[in-house]
């Protein structure tokens, strides 16, 4: 295959450790010729190993806290000083305390769940609006955000991480449309399989609906390593006119009303 992104730059935010999606994608822009930094909040810097990924990818991690339009700010500045105008930026970024504590959907913590708004949908808006202000994206450039299904439909486990993604998903279509505009910028998000990653796994219940969302896609669940070469599709000039949309890659699930499978497994 050719090197679908060669001399294309960009970011990359939330890579975490060899499991995210982030991290997968990193890995194979990398491998198709991009050029980029990557990013994450301090406090997962800490956490993750994204140091080893961009001594891999031959690159440095500026660190900046999404939520932040003064970290925002400097970090695309850094980037533009080094690479000039930008090609591809991946917001991979969420994150729910009320998730994390187990909180149930009818008993929130609205201050825990102003922050899940504020990191895992407010931050795309964020990220957009500093690069939009700033100038900072090449024509026909690429911009996308990671979704789940629940921003369609009811997963009473996912709690208010579904606001957010609902939130998400607005964002990249109301936005779209202006950054189409003004200079062709694409922007679109990602409806992901559940996936085993850091985040994901860290879920009450996620091994069993893993399974079952697996049993209910013909073509099985979508990993991360897919899910990342779905990602430089939409980064590339292939997709030049896509824009403005939520694109599942989940092996057919969000369509499937019902599988053989799962009939199997209940007749039991």
Partial sequence: M???LENKKGIIFGALDERSIAWKVAEKAHEHGASFLLTNAPIALRMGKINELAEKCGTEVVPADATSMEDLGKLVDAATEKYGKLDFVLHSIGMSPNVRKDKAYTELNHDWYHK???ISAMSFHKVLQTLYSKDAMNEWGSILGLSYIAAQEAYPFYSDMADAKAMLESIAR????HYGVKNKVRVNTVSQSPTVTSAGSGISGFDKFFDFADQMSPLGN?????????????FSDLSRYVTMQNLYHD???????????VMEKWAK
């Fill in 116 to 118: 899940t708004l504020d």
């Fill in 251 to 261: 092996g057919g699930y969000s369509t499937t009303g019902i599988s053989s499978k």
């Fill in 174 to 177: 109301s936005f779209g449309y």
């Fill in 2 to 4: 050719s090197k679908l």
């Fill in 222 to 234: 979508a990993d991360a390593e897919s899910c990342a070469d779905y990602c430089l599709t939409l």
